[in-house]
């Protein structure tokens, strides 16, 4: 059992940068692949990016291909979310997540634990 905690969100203007971050607690961030979702009001919940749990493979949305970054630093016992160009569809609530699996997964319910969300908003 992992205990997740999002940082780093706020206002953003469109085009801008934000960097997330996802603290662990309770385990070893090192168990567990990682992924970051975002839900904005109305919608589901949707993928944004993972890593494995080794951080040797990423994967990311078509959305935001090439502008965001997953990384994660298990010293710190923490991931990241590196999003530049920031879009106003961006504006959501970002969330962590874990799973008791080493390779990539994009669905929800593949995840066995989640932070609470920090807020993302993207004014244009």
């Known amino acids: 059992q992992v205990q997740l905690v999002e940082s780093g969100g706020g206002l953003v203007q469109a085009g801008g940068s934000l960097r997330l971050s996802c603290a662990a607690s309770g385990r070893t961030l090192s168990s567990y692949a990682m992924g970051w979702f975002r839900q904005a009001p109305g919608k589901e919940r949707e993928f944004v990016a993972a890593?494995?749990?080794?951080?040797?493979?990423?994967f990311y949305a078509e959305s935001v291909k090439g502008r965001f970054t997953i990384s994660r630093d298990n010293a710190k016992n923490t991931v990241y979310l590196q999003m530049n160009s920031l879009k106003p569809e961006g504006t959501a609530v970002y969330y962590c997540?874990?799973?008791?699996?080493?390779?990539?997964?994009?669905?929800?319910?593949?995840?066995?634990?989640w932070g609470q969300g920090t807020q993302i908003t993207v004014s244009s």
């Open positions: 890593i494995s749990r080794s951080g040797g493979s990423t």
């Open positions: 997540a874990a799973r008791t699996a080493v390779g990539i997964a994009t669905i929800p319910s593949m995840f066995n634990y």
